[in-house]
């Protein structure tokens, strides 16, 4: 018998549904066959290690211009080499309208940004901040088509945010093109009131930015998402859910059938809203929105993620320095929490972070770590025929892992070029040893192998959960512009 092109030979294989020891064989880009005594022209011994999926980060900033003027610091090429590192092999950045800007333009210039700079496959989600006739009729249905099928929109900060009659619109849109929306959920006039108030009153260091956006904001943004896809009856993925609080209203609605996702990240499982109260305004480098909460809500979402309410863990990485012109300090050394850029960079640490917090710590099982991290997002995002997955067919996007590496998060652990990790000290226990892009080593035992970039712009299928029919005493069908029931 012919040999396959690699064999990844005798690890414990996160195969779906099952745990399997066995050799994992790739021909031409995707896995061929599990199975025992395969071999290949190039076979790999991953005999005491793990074998997952690669990554797919469904919720990252690249080379994005922000709503204040700031720009994160890096480019497709330095965040993919970066994520490669981390195990992940998939990215999921935001291709944003800025207001009085076209939306199909806005994807234009993105594409044009990564050109063919990535290490790693791309796809890019839509952020909609100006819904016109143009975007809502002719924009968002002519990229559907392309294959650009997610839709983020906000109900927070002054030039991103939509009122509710915007967002139904774009949400209407969503169900009648069969895409997948997600929204950024914080109440924004309870913050912006909030804010006011604070600084007002002296209390605008940026220990206190925790308490200028509340759970209680989160809480009743998340209810009224919820309630603006029940009256549209669209799908609604909630990003970065940070609090007790706001999963409380998605499982209220999941366990009504609504058709209801939620999003977890790294830092509102392994940091506090107590890391912003650090001297030589360090507190800065935690700035991130929805703010970092305590440990009781990192318990709750752990659980979330264990039992299946969260579906995806995304590092909403958005990096920026924390010295230089654009970076946190941009404004100055001791700038109010109101001028400095909210974001943080997790992008390689996800993977780790998770393997080492979730699995290695008993808090996660490993399909679970391989749902949450991959095969979750690839079907919510419409990649999963392809992704997400080690079986037969599907790109062979592979992580290989030895679990018995120790080392701490450092800076200096990291690829992205960036100045700081919030995640500085956290203990690793277990980190990848080889990252695969369809059967191609990328990096290996920290060195990096790849050549050239290969990443692709993928186009995402319609998703699994937006593919559905109107319900039965639904109001209005969106689809057909029509009423359902009589007056």
């Known amino acids: 018998m012919k040999p396959y092109d690699t064999v990844i030979k005798g690890g414990l294989v996160a195969a779906p549904g099952r745990d399997l020891i066995c ?39 690249i080379d994005q211009l922000t709503s204040t003027g700031a720009r994160t610091a890096d480019t497709f090429a330095s965040a993919s080499l970066a994520a490669a590192h981390g195990g992940t092999t998939t990215m999921m950045p935001f291709a944003v309208q800025h207001r ?37 009729r002719e924009d968002i249905p002519a990229l559907a088509a392309e294959g650009f099928t997610s839709v983020k929109i906000y109900l927070s900060y ?59 904001a989160e809480r009743d ?47 509102y499982l392994l940091l506090a809203d107590t890391d912003l109260d650090r001297p030589d305004f360090g507190g800065a480098k ?36 924390f010295d230089g012109p654009s970076g946190k300090k941009r404004n100055g050394d001791n700038a109010p929490f109101t001028r400095i850029p909210y974001g943080l960079p997790g992008l390689e640490p996800r993977m780790p972070l998770m393997f080492s917090a979730g699995v290695m710590a008993g808090r996660l099982s490993l399909q679970t770590f391989t749902e949450v991290t991959a095969t979750r997002p690839a ?42 990790t919030p995640y500085e000290g956290i203990e690793l226990v277990g ?4 990252t695969l892009l369809r059967g191609q080593s990328l990096c290996r035992d920290g060195e990096w192998q790849a050549v050239e970039p290969t990443g692709r712009l993928l186009a995402c299928e319609r998703p699994v959960p937006a593919d559905r029919p109107a319900p039965a005493g639904a109001h209005y069908d969106v689809t057909e512009n029509r009423f359902l029931d009589d007056f």
């Open 221 to 267: 943004a998340t209810h009224h998402a919820i309630s603006m896809s029940d009256l549209i009856d669209t799908p609604l993925l909630i990003v970065h859910v940070s609090s007790i609080d706001a999963l409380a209203e998605i499982r209220r609605a999941q366990a009504a059938g609504r058709p209801i996702l939620a999003e977890t990240c790294p830092q």
């Open 286 to 321: 935690y700035c991130c929105s929805p703010p970092l909460r305590d440990a009781a809500h990192q318990q709750a979402l752990w659980q979330g993620l264990a039992d299946g309410s969260i579906a995806v863990c995304s590092s909403d990485h958005s990096a920026f320095f």
């Open 158 to 216: 002054d030039a991103l945010r939509l009122d509710d009659r915007a967002a139904l619109d774009v949400l209407a849109v969503c169900r009648a093109e069969r895409l997948m929306p997600m929204v950024h959920a914080e109440s924004h006039d309870m913050i912006a009131w909030l804010t006011e108030r604070m600084v007002q009153h002296g209390y605008d260091d940026v220990r206190y930015f925790p308490r200028s956006r509340p759970i209680v």
């Open 23 to 61: 050799d994992v064989a790739i021909q031409e880009g995707r896995i061929a066959a599990l199975g025992q005594d395969l071999h290949g022209d190039v076979e790999i011994d991953a005999d005491g290690q793990i074998v997952t999926p690669g990554g797919i980060d469904a919720h990252c900033h």
């Open 431 to 434: 980190r990848p040893t080889q």
């Open 100 to 136: 009085g800007t076209s939306l199909a333009r806005a994807v234009t210039d993105y594409r044009e940004r990564m050109g063919d700079t990535s290490h790693i496959d791309c796809a890019f989600h839509l952020i909609v901040t100006d819904p016109t006739d143009e975007t809502l």
């Open 379 to 420: 079907e919510i995002y419409g990649l999963g025929a392809s992704k997400g997955r080690i079986a037969p067919g599907y790109d062979a996007d592979l992580v290989i892992w030895d679990p018995q590496s120790r080392a701490r998060m450092s800076v200096d652990l990291l690829h992205d070029g960036i100045d700081y």
